[in-house]
Nanobody, 127 residues
Framework: VQLQASGGGLVQAGGSLRLSCAAS????????MGWFRQAPGKEREFVAA????????YYGDSVKGRFTISRDRTKNTVFLQMISLKPEDTAVYYC?????????????????????WGQGTLVTVSS
């Protein structure tokens, strides 16, 4: 599947942004889509994920209550609404797709379980 992320930019602390990730190439059923971020010198960090079929969502502790992941199945697009942004949210944000395992579970927070990635979109939060 091909993923195209967009929506990043420069925003002041306390502001908001909405990222989009458009998917194409194959069906996303039996998959989940997730957002990760990577700041300079740091490891890739799980941000949020959404189960494509039933919309169940999962969040990293650092973004709970501030970020909301959603999907539009008609457009094969996932969104990440970010509010109350902080300078520590500054990073390149990547969207990815992870398949459901044979047992029916997902490894949402493990970036190595994601087989497809978008190109990343930079979010910069100024203080």
């Amino acid at each position: 599947v091909q993923l195209q992320a967009s929506g990043g930019g420069l925003v002041q602390a306390g502001g908001s942004l909405r990222l989009s990730c458009a998917a194409s190439g194959r069906t996303l059923s039996s998959s989940a889509m997730g957002w990760f971020r990577q700041a300079p010198g740091k490891e890739r960090e799980f941000v949020a994920a959404i189960q494509w079929n039933d919309g169940r969502t999962y969040y990293g502790d650092s973004v709970k209550g501030r970020f909301t992941i959603s999907r539009d199945r008609t457009k094969n697009t996932v969104f990440l609404q970010m509010i109350s942004l902080k300078p520590e949210d500054t990073a390149v944000y990547y969207c990815g797709v992870t398949p459901r395992t044979a047992s029916g579970s997902y490894y949402y927070t493990d970036s190595t379980r994601y087989g497809d990635w978008g190109q990343g979109t930079l979010v910069t939060v100024s203080s």
